[in-house]
């Protein structure tokens, strides 16, 4: 089950789009009509099984997901599963030429970026997906617009998430304090 979607509306300086979704099973939304997004995971992965986490991923990864921070408990295992889907992805291929293994990345899923934040706080990993994690836009994926960031929270942190997401100084506040 995936729980509400919600449009943000805040001051983004990018203008672009943020959704916050509830977190709830590991499930992606099955009306998500976006692609080329950043994502934020904010769970406790520890009850998630890897078949769960992995099966996200590609749901995920299907949508073009370019970028996903994870934050919380177990969360290495998230950025694993999110890194093992990507390399197993149906249409990259595998080929050996003189001598060593080259993987040839499709047009459908060029790239993919992940990083885990268990040791940072939730505000400083939130601060880094909105500000750096999204890989550069040089070939033009993206269009005329800037990626969405989607925020993928579990219930416990949801709250906390949306308020930071809709005051990005509290934000870079709260990070900074954390970094000192």
Sequence with gaps: MVGPMERLEANWPDGRDVLLVELIDWLWPSGASFEWFTAFIAADARHARDETIRSLATAML????????AWGPDCERVHLWFDDAYVTWPSHRTVRRWGRWRTTWSEE??????????????????????????PSDNDGY????PPTLVALVEPPFREEVRELLLDLERLDREAEADEE
């Design 142 to 145: 993206y269009g005329d617009s």
């Design 109 to 134: 899923v060029p790239f993919l970026t992940t990083t885990d934040n268990e040791d940072e706080s939730l505000a400083s990993a939130l601060w880094y997906a909105v500000h750096c994690a999204w």
């Design 62 to 69: 299907a949508q073009r997901c370019a970028s996903m921070t």
